[in-house]
Structure formats: C-alpha cells, structure tokens
C-alpha cells in the first residue's frame, strides 16, 4: 500500500465486508461466514500492453515502444529496491495510462524478500508458466532475476512480436 512510483499501477483503497448467512441443514441450523474483499486500483483506459501487440511487431512507435521499455524498467527498479519480487509480469499485467505510460499491476503473486535476503525458495510456484524463469519453474528459487527474465521476454515481444519463434520457458518443458 505504500509503494508510489509513476510506473506502478496506483492502488485507490480497499473494502472489506463480512456477512453472516444461516444456512439451513435438515432440522438444524448452521451460521456461514462469508468474507468480500474488494480492491480499488486507477482506471487505465489504454488497456494492457498485451492489447497493443498483434501477432506481428508492436503497433506502436518505436518511440513509444522505448517509452514503454524504459518505464517497465524504472517500475522494476523501484520494486526491487524495497526487495518486492513481482513473479507475474507479462504484457497483460502491464497497463497503459492515456499519455501510454506504463503502469506495472497485479501484484497477486509477488513476494517481499526480507532485507538482508536476496533470494528464497518456494515449492508452490504461481505465475504464469511462458514468463517463468527457469530456476524458478524447475528449482523454486526466486530472486530479482525472476523479474529481469519476464522483462526480456516482454521487450522480445514488443521488437519481434508475440509470435516469434526461438526457445521460450514453454520449449524447454
């Protein structure tokens, strides 16, 4: 909640409401708990950047292809200064302001390293398998070189196009 960065998706606020149902059971009756949670991030009305690419290049300038590189990588550096390991990043978890700022979101997967820790190792691996460092989807080892590896595959995509062709995490299996 505290993370400020032009480059990261702003995170508004949150509502959180607990209801408690009777739910009947025959001749007895049983008292649910139901728990909602709902987070509100800004409106992007640009989309994820996965919309802008097409089965060939990126639609975009090449100005603004750069423009979408450089701020993907400011957001990364400022995560990983403040030891958050994002773990999911891919173009749809990439969205674009109205001046196609990049905002980096969904922050579902992602891990905080403590200070003095500069990797860890998990057995549950979540993400999304073609972004997956390898170390990580084989070994469980998490590291800010997780993040790097989806940042090359996402800068190949914008240059050559989601569909090329070349060895990717998917291959490898």
Excluded at 11 to 19: H, L, Q, R
Aim: hydrophobic content about 40%; charged content about 25%.
């Amino acid at each position: 909640m505290r993370i400020r960065h032009c480059n990261i998706v702003w995170f508004v606020g949150y509502c959180a409401e607990t209801c408690v149902h009777v739910v009947r059971e025959g001749m007895k009756n049983t008292f649910v708990e139901s728990r909602e949670k709902l987070l509100c991030f800004e409106y992007l009305r640009n989309g994820s950047l996965r919309d802008k690419l097409n089965s060939g290049a990126c639609l975009l300038q090449w100005r603004i292809c750069c423009q979408i590189i450089r701020g993907i990588c400011l957001g990364l550096h400022y995560l990983h200064d403040r030891h958050i390991i994002h773990l999911d990043l891919k173009p749809e978890n990439v969205l674009l302001d109205d001046s196609m700022v990049p905002k980096i979101a969904d922050f579902g997967v992602s891990r905080l390293l403590g200070k003095e820790k500069s990797r860890m190792v998990t057995q549950r691996k979540h993400g999304t398998m073609r972004y997956m460092a390898l170390e990580y989807l084989f070994d469980g080892e998490i590291t800010v070189k997780s993040d790097i590896y989806s940042l090359g595959l996402i800068i190949r995509e914008i240059v050559m196009g989601p569909n090329n062709t070349g060895t990717t995490t998917e291959d490898v299996l």
